[in-house]
Nanobody
Framework: QVQLVESGGGLVQAGGSLRLSCAAS????????MRWYRQSPGRQRDLVAA???????NYTDSVKGRFTISRDNSKNTVYLQMNSLKPEDSAVYYC?????????????WGQGTQVTVSS
């Protein structure tokens, strides 16, 4: 029903910046929360940041002050601005959408984009 496509990953040096984008295939109706997760080898997929349809944001402690999640509903896109990147930020980053319509909830995942931060 909704396809999410991430882009913007790549290889950067420590201290550098990247901006990830997640574009939805169509406008998302109802109340939705957009989230970024990441997963590195040997570790579980962890929540990085979330933004509600009302604009409220949450971040995991390790990225607070460095990462910023935002959304542009006119473009059906959510962003993750990543500054002061550290090698431990290296992971595959996944976009996730949680949509609520009345009593129903729908979840969609992107395919992931690789972020590699060199020392």
């Amino acid at each position: 029903q909704v396809q999410l496509v991430e882009s913007g990953g790549g290889l950067v040096q420590a201290g550098g910046s990247l901006r990830l984008s997640c574009a939805a295939s169509r406008s998302i109706s109802g109340t939705n929360t957009m989230r970024w997760y990441r997963q590195s080898p040997g570790r579980q997929r962890d929540l990085v940041a979330a933004i509600t349809s009302g604009g409220s944001t949450n971040y995991t402690d390790s990225v607070k002050g460095r990462f910023t999640i935002s959304r542009d509903n006119s473009k059906n896109t959510v962003y993750l601005q990543m500054n002061s990147l550290k090698p431990e930020d290296s992971a595959v980053y996944y976009c996730n959408s949680l949509i609520t319509r009345g009593p129903f909830k729908f979840t969609y995942w992107g395919q992931g984009t690789q972020v590699t931060v060199s020392s």
